[in-house]
């Protein structure tokens, strides 16, 4: 359960500072950030700790999991681009946080 919600918390944070670089690309940027960060930190875990391969295996894939998660719900429920134009003709550019309970 640790590395589901670790991999959700890792994808959700990079999703939410990949949407001011490169929004059309976040929930992408989200995941891969969650799934390079699993395979980093297990990979450690592994040549230190002396971890068996299957244990880590499985720690990969709940990260991968995770990872999906908090980029797809940080992506499409969370964060909300907005654009707007006034009657002057000047553009915002600004993202709303929404939840709906």
Not at 4 to 29: M, N
Not at 54 to 80: H, W
């Amino acid at each position: 359960m640790s590395h589901l919600a670790g991999g959700t918390v890792v994808a959700g944070v990079a999703t939410a500072v990949a949407d001011k670089y490169w929004p059309e690309h976040r929930a992408l940027i989200g995941f891969s950030v969650g799934i390079a960060y699993s395979i980093i930190s297990n990979t450690i875990d592994y040549v230190t700790l002396e971890r068996t391969f299957s244990s880590q295996l499985e720690d990969v894939a709940f990260d991968t999991l995770g990872a999906a998660i908090g980029s797809l719900i940080t992506d499409k429920f969370i964060l909300a681009p907005v654009i707007k134009q006034d009657h002057a003709g000047s553009t915002y550019y600004g993202l709303v946080f929404q939840c709906s309970f």
